[in-house]
Nanobody, 115 residues
Framework: QVQLVESGGGLVQPGGSLQLSCVAS????????MGWFRQAPGKERELVAT???????NYVDSVKGRFTISRDNGKNMVFLQMSSLKPEDTAVYSC?????????WGQGTQVTDSG
């Protein structure tokens, strides 16, 4: 059974930085795609960033140049380095993997910009 556990969320001042981490268990082969979604109160879930097993990255326009996604295939981990945070980045951030054609999400970690 694939399980995803996020860590690293919290309260941050405007313009601050935060790094999210996610570890995937129950995985034998490195997932084809790993990424992060977020959902703000009253809004739909939004895909923030993805990274393939080959290292190709993709970002939603609103975070380009501020967020960096990376992964450690050997440890089945994915990271999201967030910089220059804005109030509109406040959301619950959930880890995501596409593994053997199935999609999995973690429980999420809260990121709050105090601005």
């Amino acid at each position: 059974q694939v399980q995803l556990v996020e860590s690293g969320g919290g309260l941050v001042q405007p313009g601050g930085s935060l790094q999210l981490s996610c570890v995937a268990s129950g995985i034998i082969f490195s997932p084809k795609i790993m990424g992060w979604f977020r959902q703000a109160p009253g809004k739909e879930r939004e895909l923030v960033a993805t990274v393939t097993s080959e290292g190709t990255t993709n970002y939603v326009d609103s975070v380009k140049g501020r967020f960096t996604i990376s992964r450690d295939n050997g440890k089945n981990m994915v990271f999201l380095q967030m910089s220059s945070l804005k109030p509109e980045d406040t959301a619950v951030y959930s880890c995501y993997v596409n593994y053997r054609t199935w999609d999995y999400w973690g429980q999420g970690t809260q990121v709050t910009d105090s601005g």
